[in-house]
């Protein structure tokens, strides 16, 4: 929340952190941290780090990017498509529904330049995502059939 109330003060930002990451040129860079659970592999304790982006016109689809928010705060998504008064973004965990963000919320733009683990994987979260996965392809056959049968009492 600290970004938030302080990403327009000069004073806060000049007082953040700073690493040197070889690999990273010609650009603003900095790092966010990750919450939840929604954009697999990544998990609580890791980092993704975001170029800056100064347009929407830079956006493109199907690549990540951090957005910054009035409403959601901090949020890294898939971008989908540009809309008139907003963006769709979705989440790589096919778990949650994309969403729309409104143009007015988006405070800043981030396209994803590369990310650091601070913990590493255990053997048995593979197999936790598995299960995951298994459950989103259950919940997307049922959706088909749904609209299966949908389709079938409709033609009846």
Same mark, same amino acid.
């Given at each position: 929340? =600290?970004? %938030?109330?302080?990403?327009?003060?000069?004073?806060?930002?000049?007082? %953040?952190?700073? $690493? &040197? %990451?070889?690999?990273? +040129?010609? =650009?603003?860079?900095?790092?966010?941290?990750?919450?939840?659970? &929604?954009?697999?592999?990544?998990?609580?304790?890791?980092?993704?780090? =975001?170029?800056?982006?100064?347009? %929407?016109?830079?956006?493109?689809?199907?690549?990540?990017?951090?957005?910054?928010?009035?409403?959601?705060?901090?949020?890294?998504?898939?971008?989908?498509? +540009?809309?008139?008064?907003?963006?769709?973004?979705?989440?790589?965990?096919?778990?949650?529904? *994309?969403?729309?963000? *409104?143009?007015?919320? $988006?405070? !800043?733009?981030?396209?994803?330049?590369?990310?650091?683990?601070?913990? !590493?994987? !255990?053997?048995?979260?593979?197999?936790?995502?598995?299960?995951?996965?298994?459950?989103?392809?259950?919940?997307?056959? $049922?959706?088909?059939?749904?609209?299966?049968?949908?389709?079938?009492?409709?033609?009846?």
């Amino acid at each position: 929340m =600290g970004y %938030l109330n302080g990403y327009a003060d000069p004073e806060y930002i000049e007082n %953040l952190q700073t $690493i &040197s %990451l070889p690999f990273l +040129h010609n =650009g603003k860079y900095r790092a966010f941290p990750v919450q939840g659970d &929604s954009m697999p592999p990544y998990k609580d304790g890791a980092y993704i780090v =975001g170029k800056y982006i100064e347009d %929407l016109s830079e956006l493109k689809t199907d690549k990540t990017y951090i957005f910054i928010t009035v409403n959601d705060g901090i949020t890294y998504k898939r971008f989908q498509f +540009h809309e008139a008064d907003g963006i769709c973004v979705k989440a790589d965990n096919n778990f949650y529904e *994309p969403y729309k963000i *409104p143009l007015t919320e $988006i405070k !800043e733009l981030w396209e994803f330049a590369c990310s650091i683990s601070t913990q !590493e994987y !255990e053997p048995e979260e593979f197999a936790q995502l598995s299960i995951q996965n298994l459950f989103v392809e259950i919940k997307d056959d $049922i959706r088909k059939m749904n609209v299966q049968n949908d389709l079938k009492s409709r033609k009846n």
